[in-house]
């Protein structure tokens, strides 16, 4: 049972332009939602995150969007960069628990 | 060092072989993570720890799958008895705190392959 899917196994964008990540969870129960960024050979790193009385937080270039309605999360990056290229995942997690359920990243590659 | 530390980075293992995987937490982190990362997945929970506590262990497969954190710091992933499907990458994490998800700093991974 995939509580986190993110449906788009890989995304490539022009550098410059908005690249759009889409991730879906299945519990409402979730308090606070991640976007984790991991280069090869690397551990994830975090990237930004919202809580779940929010509906958007910005960082920079990435804004992550929460429409919990339709249990959705999406993450823009405007504008990318060839440095974005990365796999990237979601994650969640209730306040009162201790463990990321992740989802199953999306590759981002960025073209110059 | 400043980060997490994972050793070995890379171990081939004969099927039924036992190996151990350590992990160096970031100093004065509290809280231990270790996830499982199969090729082309996301990482999965195995186990947490705060401070030599196991406080969850719901994630570990297989009884040949055992943590432990003696004395707070290091932990050791130990795995019996290798079989294929226990070929992934072995993440350990940690944390100041207890369930902010965005100040869990996370290692390298430990890479292995069962032949």
């Known amino acids: 049972d995939q509580q986190v899917k993110q449906n788009s196994p890989s995304l490539s964008v022009q550098e410059g332009r908005i690249s759009i990540l889409n991730c879906d969870y299945t519990?409402?129960?979730?308090?606070?939602f991640l976007w984790y960024k991991k280069y090869p050979a690397e551990g994830p790193t975090f990237l930004i995150s919202?809580?779940?009385?929010?509906d958007k937080n910005e960082d920079g270039r990435f804004t992550v969007f929460l429409n919990k309605s339709a249990k959705h999360l999406s993450l823009h990056i405007v504008p990318s960069q060839p440095g974005d290229s990365a796999v990237y995942f979601c994650a969640v997690h209730k306040a009162a628990g201790n463990k990321l359920t992740f989802g199953g990243g999306t590759r981002v590659l960025v073209k110059p | 060092g400043a980060g997490v530390s994972q050793s070995p980075r890379y171990k081939v293992a004969k099927r039924g072989q036992d190996v151990a995987l350590r992990c160096d937490p970031i100093s004065g982190h509290v809280s231990l993570f270790w996830y499982q990362q199969a090729l082309g997945q996301g990482p999965e929970f195995l186990t947490y720890?705060?401070?030599?506590?196991?406080?969850?262990k719901s994630g570990l497969p297989s009884d040949r799958f055992f943590a432990e954190r003696p004395e707070g710091s290091v932990s050791t992933l130990k795995i019996q008895r290798t079989q294929q499907e226990d070929s992934a990458v072995y993440l350990c994490?940690?944390?100041?705190?207890?369930?902010?998800?965005?100040?869990?700093?996370f290692g390298e991974g430990s890479w292995l392959t069962v032949v």
């Open positions: 994490a940690s944390s100041s705190t207890r369930t902010d998800g965005n100040t869990i700093y």
């Open positions: 519990n409402s129960m979730f308090d606070y």
């Open positions: 720890f705060q401070n030599e506590a196991q406080l969850d």
């Open positions: 919202i809580s779940s009385i929010k």
